[in-house]
């Protein structure tokens, strides 16, 4: 099964606001509200930062928070940051045998 | 806090074997799934293979079945993968996380990574 559709980049100036998108199918992301988001900086592991799509994890900003509509999940980071600037991957539950799909990843450039 | 130290990563030949190991500190490590996931070079994150809290249930992705092996020591606090029959393709960073699973999805500890190499 392909992995979920992200854009590949994605950039904004310091304070504002971007979204990434995360397109998947009615067997992951839109069925099922099991998507989760990751940041990950440069040689890094990645990081959880937005789980089951809107629960941001205990202790973690509040400028990232997630939704979903129909099939395509969003990650929301409002008053952008330098530190902001890494890559993010989506993740969802799939009901295929393939049960853990992950984004292409997007990066994300601060300018 | 939650550590997961990921170690046992190499050069090794094509056909060849490796075992990977995470160790856990922390948390309850008994009580958690545990998972690995693993990043090639430049590209994107791939789910490998999940074990339950008693190592009961397994699961893997159809690229490893068959190949690898997942395995925890509850006494140990520990994670492992046992690689065999290694190829080109399996060159990456692997990291171990801790996976949240039941009533909810997703990954929230995750350790350093340990870089897989397979090249004649």
């Known amino acids: 099964q392909s992995a979920l559709t992200q854009p590949a980049s994605v950039s904004g100036s310091p304070g504002q606001s971007i979204t990434i998108s995360c397109t998947g199918t009615?067997?992951?992301?839109?069925?099922?509200?099991?998507v989760s988001w990751y940041q990950q900086h440069p040689g890094k592991a990645p990081k959880l930062i937005i789980y089951d799509v809107s629960q941001r994890l205990s202790g973690a900003s509040n400028r990232f928070s997630g939704s979903k509509s129909g099939n395509t999940a969003s990650l929301t980071i409002s008053g952008l940051q330098a530190e902001d600037e890494a890559d993010y991957y989506c993740?969802?539950?799939?009901?295929?045998?393939?049960?853990?799909?992950f984004g292409g990843g997007t990066k994300l450039t601060v300018l | 806090q939650v550590q997961l130290v990921d170690s046992g990563g190499g050069l090794v030949k094509p056909g060849g074997s490796l075992r990977l190991s995470c160790a856990a500190s922390?948390?309850?490590?008994?009580?958690?799934?545990m998972t690995w996931i693993r990043q090639a070079p430049g590209k994107g994150l791939e789910w490998i293979s999940y074990i339950s809290t008693s190592g009961r249930a397994i699961y893997y992705a159809d690229s490893v079945r068959g190949r690898f092996t997942i395995s925890r020591d509850n006494a140990k606090n520990s994670l492992y993968l046992q690689m065999n029959s290694l190829r080109a393709e399996d060159t990456a960073v692997y990291y171990c996380?801790?996976?949240?699973?039941?009533?909810?999805?997703?990954?929230?500890?995750w350790g350093q990574g340990t870089l897989v190499t397979v090249s004649s």
């Open positions: 996380a801790r996976f949240r699973y039941g009533g909810t999805f997703y990954f929230d500890f």
């Open positions: 993740s969802s539950y799939t009901s295929s045998s393939t049960f853990v799909l």
């Open positions: 922390g948390f309850t490590f008994s009580d958690y799934y």
């Open positions: 009615s067997s992951d992301v839109g069925g099922y509200n099991y």
